[in-house]
């Protein structure tokens, strides 16, 4: 298969607190990419990451990958009401998992 | 606007009649990409064109799926003799990338094309 996979399906935190969506795929792959998706909207790109690179910043969101494991990470610090969408993890071929919804209550 | 853009946002209609979407990619982006959506599900992927090449299809498109990009710009997805299995939102995308390399790139997203088939 070549679409990655996301865990856990569903999340739900308190404002203030870190968000962690796990996504593993089969495939080698050279780049993973995370995008995020508000209710009936179309998804918008968050990051990618190279299979070079085991760790990307961008603002609050911070991303791992282990091409070992064949797993990516994406964290959400410091997380806000506005956070509240889906997410997902998406291999170089555009291949999305069913993703996570993650839920911030304020 | 520059960004992708789909129509009818909409569509309503009737188990057996056709249907047709149209996506207008960003104006530089060579790649267009199709997808299909259910509630609670990932994007799933129907095909890619580069230019005007359509060069992946899913196996899962049945024969009554059909999508063209004639000039290499614009592309349409035509749904003939809709089912109520094929409501769903129809997302597009567009990217650049070299020719036949299979990573996509950073994927831009229209608001995507909701039908139900009643």
């Known amino acids: 298969s070549q679409q990655g996979e996301e865990d856990p399906q569903a999340l739900s935190i308190q404002e203030g607190e870190n968000a962690t969506m796990n996504c593993s795929y089969k495939?080698?792959?050279?780049?993973l990419q995370w995008y995020r998706q508000n209710s009936g909207r179309g998804l918008v790109h968050l990051i990618l990451?190279?299979?070079?690179?085991r760790e990307k910043h961008s603002g609050r969101l911070r991303v791992t990958l282990d091409t070992s494991k064949k797993s990516s990470s994406l964290l959400i610090t410091a997380s806000r009401a506005a956070d509240t969408a889906s997410y997902f993890c998406?291999?170089?071929?555009?291949?999305f998992g069913a993703g996570t919804r993650l839920t911030v209550k304020p | 606007d520059t960004g992708v853009s789909q129509d009818p946002r909409h569509k309503i209609t009737k188990r057996g009649q056709n249907v047709t979407f149209r996506c207008d990619p960003i104006?530089?982006?060579?790649?267009l990409y199709w997808y299909r959506q259910t509630l609670g599900q990932g994007p799933e992927f129907l095909t890619y064109?580069?230019?005007?090449?359509?060069?992946?299809k899913s196996r899962l498109l049945s024969d009554r799926f059909s999508a063209e990009r004639p000039k290499g710009s614009f592309s349409t997805l035509e749904i003939q003799r809709t089912e109520q299995g094929d409501s769903a939102m129809y997302l597009c995308?567009?990217?650049?990338?070299?020719?036949?390399?299979?990573?996509?790139?950073?994927?831009?997203f229209g608001e995507g094309s909701r039908l139900t088939v009643l």
């Open positions: 990451i190279r299979s070079n690179e």
């Open positions: 995308a567009s990217s650049s990338g070299p020719w036949r390399d299979p990573n996509t790139g950073e994927l831009f």
């Open positions: 998406a291999t170089p071929w555009g291949r």
């Open positions: 495939t080698s792959i050279n780049n």
């Open positions: 104006s530089e982006h060579n790649r």
């Open positions: 064109f580069q230019n005007e090449a359509q060069l992946e």
